[in-house]
């Protein structure tokens, strides 16, 4: 059983909720025993958006989760964000990522990956954390500039695995574990392609012929096309 989303469920569902959450209002933000709750309203429309990074969730919910004691990060960005209204919901990248755009420049920014964060910007600049943390690429810390962290850059709506050969050839993983490791393609559709193309899953991706990684290429677009 799925118990948490990567990177295609979350393309799929932002195209899901863009239209229920686009100019909406957030006018209140909770903490609960098992995540964020963004409440949002447009008109005389209520929703509630719960997020989780750690766990990697996020899905509009009508159960009345029982509210936390608000923490300092919750009343800090309750500050910032309240009565913002939602100019755009994306995931600009093929990766567990995404960005909530309000109004006056601030952004909410998503990451599910490496433990999760949540992070509030103003122009690129970071106003708030959910953890601050230092690395050897980035420091999460106010007033800083907002360094996001390795994003997958392929994306198989817009991208063919023949011009990401090299990293394929360079890999000493097996198919299933390169192309999550670094295009972020989900094990359980590159299995089912492989399977498809009659392809061993243990093969090294160095060993693949350009006819094998255009099938894994149309396959993979294929199972990872949203339906309209």
């Excluded at 600049?125 to 997958?152: C, D, G, H, Q, V």
């Excluded at 991208?159 to 490791?181: A, C, D, F, Q, R």
């Excluded at 090294?204 to 894994?216: A, F, G, R, T, V």
């Amino acid at each position: 059983m799925k118990t948490s989303l990567n990177a295609l469920d979350l393309i799929i569902l932002i195209k899901n909720i863009k239209n229920i959450i686009i100019n909406s209002v957030l006018t209140d933000i909770h903490d609960t025993k098992i995540g964020l709750l963004l409440t949002f309203r447009k008109n005389d429309e209520k929703n509630d958006l719960l997020l989780n990074v750690t766990k990697g969730w996020l899905f509009i919910t009508e159960y009345e989760f029982e509210r936390s004691t608000p923490t300092y990060f919750i009343k800090e960005i309750r500050k910032i964000l309240l009565n913002k209204k939602i100019l755009d919901i994306d995931v600009p990248f093929f990766d567990r990522y995404a960005v909530i755009k309000f109004n006056d420049d601030i952004e909410l920014n998503i990451e599910f990956m490496q433990g999760g964060n949540i992070i509030v910007t103003k122009k690129g600049t970071i106003l708030s954390a959910l953890k601050y943390k230092k690395s050897k690429n980035r420091e999460i810390k106010k007033e800083a500039e907002y360094k996001k962290t390795f994003l997958n850059t392929f994306n198989p709506f817009k991208h063919n695995l023949l011009s990401y050969k090299e990293i394929l050839i360079n890999s000493k993983g097996g198919i299933v574990s390169t192309l999550w490791k670094f295009l972020g393609i989900a094990p359980e559709i590159s299995e089912e392609c492989c399977i498809i193309n009659n392809i061993s899953f243990n093969k090294l991706p160095k060993d693949l012929s350009e006819e094998e990684i255009e099938k894994l290429d149309m396959t993979c677009l294929l199972y990872t096309s949203p339906s309209p």
